[in-house]
């Protein structure tokens, strides 16, 4: 048994306005559009009550799995502002990361810059912290695509 701990720090720069980018995350519909898996895997409907204490949760993977599924807790949101979240991963049904991340969102002149900063107990060699920030760092350009969606 063991535990890596990590922090990592992915930022974005959006032409969008924070009110948008906020939203891009509160919202169940929009979240649903960027917020999945490789194009490849089989999703899950995103499950989403973006409210303090409230329960997200979403599962994919490859044909054939194994299934990824991560289970969250919003613990602070200020509007358009910040959003803190608590969150496990699991690999079928083995826990393999718990997380608290952090989405900052400020303006920066006529866009926004997005900071999410996620810091990571790693459990068992199940999961690494590069694998982690490649995947958030895919998802983050995959919410500047459907902003960039929303604008045509």
Avoid: C
Avoid at 15 to 39: C, H, I, L, S, Y
Avoid at 51 to 79: A, C, F, L, N, W
Avoid at 101 to 118: H, N
């Amino acid at each position: 048994m063991s535990v890596t701990h990590a922090t990592f720090v992915v930022e974005r720069v959006y032409p969008a306005t924070p009110e948008r980018v906020f939203n891009a995350w509160a919202d169940p519909e929009f979240k649903a559009r960027w917020f999945a898996g490789p194009q490849d895997w089989e999703n899950t409907p995103l499950s989403l009550d973006f409210r303090v204490g409230g329960e997200e949760s979403s599962s994919g993977g490859p044909k054939g799995g194994p299934v990824h599924t991560m289970r969250g807790r919003y613990q602070d949101i200020v509007p358009n502002e910040r959003i803190v979240s608590s969150y496990e991963m699991y690999m079928d049904d083995q826990r393999i990361s718990v997380s608290l991340a952090t989405v900052e969102i400020t303006p920066k002149g006529d866009g926004t810059l997005l900071t999410y900063t996620e810091q990571g107990a790693f459990l068992d060699g199940l999961d690494q912290p590069k694998y982690r920030e490649e995947g958030t760092a895919e998802l983050l350009d995959a919410l500047g695509a459907a902003l960039d969606r929303e604008n045509v």
